[in-house]
Nanobody, 122 residues
Framework: QVQLVESGGGLVQAGGSLRLSCAAS????????MGWFRQAPGKERESVAT??????????YYRDSVKGRFTISRDNAKNTVYLQINSLKPEDTGVYYC?????????????WGQGTQVTVSS
């Protein structure tokens, strides 16, 4: 059974940094795309960063508003995906969720973690 556990959130001042971790179990995660979404209060969940499977080259993708500040990476030996967040802004506040897309035959199923809260004070 696939399980994802996020950690690393917290309360930080604007301009600070955080590193979020997502520890995965129940699969060979180097083979799957993974990523991070966030959800601010009263807003829809939005994608912030994605990393391809290692076989696809670990390509990374970011939403425009976080480019240059967010870095997604993976450590396959630890089955962990990270999100380094620098130059935090109050608008980065929200719950951050990691996900993994696991193929089942011709389809893929998206599994989510429980989320970790990031709060940025101005």
């Amino acid at each position: 059974q696939v399980q994802l556990v996020e950690s690393g959130g917290g309360l930080v001042q604007a301009g600070g940094s955080l590193r979020l971790s997502c520890a995965a179990s129940g699969g060979t995660f180097s083979s799957y795309p993974m990523g991070w979404f966030r959800q601010a209060p009263g807003k829809e969940r939005e994608s912030v960063a994605t990393i391809d499977s290692t076989s696809a080259g670990d390509g990374t993708y970011y939403r425009d508003s976080v480019k240059g500040r967010f870095t997604i990476s993976r450590d396959n030996a630890k089955n962990t995906v990270y999100l380094q967040i620098n130059s935090l802004k109050p608008e980065d506040t929200g719950v951050y969720y990691c996900y993994v897309d696991v193929p089942y035959g011709s389809r893929a199923s998206r599994h989510w973690g429980q989320g970790t809260q990031v709060t940025v004070s101005s």
